[in-house]
């Protein structure tokens, strides 16, 4: 069978609801005949998530822009900065319940696809995750795959409360 790493490190914290279902998922994976190698690591998590927000937010405004620049003629906004001037002018229903905090941080980005910073923001976050990574740890432990729980079940969005993940 299979030689699967079971990686819970990569989803600390996990609703108990979650780690029963994960751990009944494991059983039927060695039911089916899979060997399950736990595995822990050191893998740099919050660099990783420092650099992709960074890509995220150079590529919302890069990729908006090419999106809405082939939308329909009838269709208005054309650009990031026009989408966040509409919802200003349409708070009332737009922004009634969530602000547009990340919109506003990618705007106000300088960074474009061609700047240096983006481009080793993205080769750092893709290293991290990848070669010094994931493929370190299948390497490691001789391993076809890794397996773990998500975080936590899909959320409800609370209009309320806010989110709780």
């Known amino acids: 069978g299979a030689r699967l790493g079971v990686a819970r490190f990569l989803a600390s914290g996990w609703e108990e609801p979650v780690g029963r279902a994960f ?11 899979a060997l399950l190698v736990e ?20 590529e919302l405004k890069a990729n908006l822009r ?4 082939e939308a329909a003629p009838g ?11 509409f919802n200003e002018r349409e708070a009332d229903r737009e ?3 969530f602000g547009q905090e990340l919109f506003e941080s ?26 010094a990574g994931i493929d370190r740890l299948v390497a490691r432990h ?9 975080i936590c079940p899909a959320i409800t969005i609370d209009i309320v409360n806010g989110d709780r993940i």
């Open 23 to 33: 751990d009944e998922a494991l059983k039927t994976l060695l039911g089916a005949g």
């Open 39 to 58: 595995v822990e690591d050191d893998i740099p998590l919050d660099e990783i998530s420092r650099d992709e927000f960074a890509v995220l937010l150079c």
């Open 66 to 69: 090419s999106y809405l620049a």
């Open 75 to 85: 269709v208005q906004v054309r650009s990031l900065a026009d989408v966040i001037a």
């Open 95 to 97: 922004l009634r319940f």
């Open 106 to 131: 990618a705007e106000a980005s300088e960074e474009d696809l061609d700047s240096e910073s983006y481009q080793q923001a993205r080769a750092n976050a893709r290293r991290l995750a990848a070669e």
């Open 142 to 150: 001789g391993l076809d795959a890794l397996v773990a729980p998500t």
